[in-house]
């Protein structure tokens, strides 16, 4: 049989949860104890609060790629973070894995982005070095944790351990042991659970191939320039050999959406098989894996990296996205630097809290708390708060 074949049958589920697969009955549960809900499951919850925040909110006006007043096409934070949850249920049901919970860690994944995407996040970084430095895997991490502040009880959401850990991709010793419970698998050198393996691997896939169909809506890159992208290339062929007479437009979106296809149904097919190969009884004994088990075959791997390192030099190295880029760092290295200076230049909260932080943990507290406020920024406001601190002719 191919593996083809194989593929095609692989997409009939099975009922019921797969051993490996994360359990609420077995969570390591919240930081703040609480009720059980009488309606919906734990991670339920946490995607239904993920989703009620106002950082969830706020990522409709922070840029993917592009800032956020150039086009109402282009994704922006939201948009993507959607994307990525639909194709990381799709993986999690054709594994049987927990689908609630994928979709809570893949809809929570950028909560703590900056305003202009990843120049946003340079930026920050850049300011913050004296004091620690800024991420955004943890600053995710803190406005779920610290910043939303919206329940009787706690400060944060409370979400279950599972969606924190699921969270934080990325994180180095030092700061690991600072974390806590969420931060001992990087000391342990362990894996986290599969359902945070599939989202971080969604999020690869959704922003290498919608930055593609954006790339060329922006003009930064045409149908012919892709045809050297084997996955395109391959894609785009036997799309035109169906359908010769289809138009650009259309060629486009059946293109990208043959491309997500293909490496989806392989990732599914691959990590399938590394399971049964492994044979993992538990979600514990995934964690104790070297390696993660969710992953593509190496033919899709390699064409995966082809047209990520594509993008990365025909898409944001492109001039007009350099250009973006320096604006960006413009933007946010002098707002911190007002805000640090004068902390009463922010709005009360946000001043209140700059203040409370430097009591408790000097400059790096006021550092840290001026990071909070500009990291919580969408695009336009950011430009807004700009206009009024250094355009004499802006109201404030």
């Known amino acids: 049989m191919s593996r083809a074949t194989r593929l095609r049958g692989s997409t009939r589920v099975r009922g019921g949860l797969a051993p490996y697969a994360a359990r609420e009955e077995l969570s390591r549960g919240r930081r703040y ?34 800032v956020n007043h150039e086009g109402d096409h282009y994704r922006t934070r939201l948009t993507h973070s959607m994307e990525v949850a639909q194709i990381a249920r799709s993986i999690a049901l054709a ?32 300011c913050m070095r004296p004091y620690g430095g800024f991420e955004h895997n943890l600053q995710s991490l803190r406005v779920v944790d610290e910043l939303e502040d919206r329940y009787a009880d706690f400060r ?30 990087f000391i342990r050198r362990e894996q986290p659970g599969l359902e945070a393996q ?21 003009g930064l890159i045409e149908v012919r320039d892709l045809l050297e992208v084997r996955l395109f290339g391959r894609e785009h062929a036997a799309l035109l050999e169906q359908y010769p007479g289809l138009n650009d437009r259309k060629a486009v979106h059946e293109t990208i959406r043959r491309m997500i296809n293909l490496v989806v149904s392989d990732l599914i097919l691959t990590t399938r ?20 088990l969710v992953g593509f075959g190496a033919a899709v791997l390699e064409e995966h990296l082809e047209l990520k390192a594509f993008l990365r030099e025909r898409v944001y190295r492109h001039h007009r996205v350099l250009r973006m880029t320096a604006k960006a760092h413009r933007v946010l290295e002098q707002l911190f630097t007002a805000f640090l200076e004068r902390v009463d230049l922010m709005p009360e909260t946000h001043r209140d809290a700059a203040r409370e932080a430097e009591r408790a943990h000097g400059a790096a507290g006021r550092a840290r708390a001026v990071a909070d406020y500009v990291a919580g920024m969408t695009d336009r406001y950011a430009i807004l708060e700009y206009g009024r601190l ?7």
Do not use: M, W
């Open 198 to 218: 599939i989202a971080n691997l969604a999020d690869e896939i959704a922003y290498n191939h919608h930055d593609v169909d954006d790339g060329l809506r922006a």
């Open 390 to 396: 250094f355009d004499p002719a802006e109201r404030t």
């Open 156 to 185: 944060g959401l409370n979400l279950t351990f599972e969606c924190r850990e699921g969270i934080l991709k990325h994180c180095s010793l030092r700061n690991a042991r600072r974390l806590g419970d969420v931060g001992e698998r």
């Open 33 to 66: 104890p609480e009720p059980r809900p009488d309606f919906r499951g734990e991670y339920q919850r946490d995607r239904d609060r993920i989703i009620h925040s106002n950082a969830f909110r706020r990522l409709v006006y922070k840029t993917q790629v592009f």
């Open 273 to 292: 098989e590394r399971l049964q190969e492994a044979r993992p009884a538990s979600s514990e004994e995934v964690r104790k894996r070297s390696k993660p």
């Open 95 to 126: 594994l049987r894995l927990n689908e609630p919970l994928t979709e809570a860690i893949s809809l929570a994944h950028d909560l703590g982005h900056t305003p202009f995407g990843h120049a946003g996040q340079d930026a920050l970084n850049h």
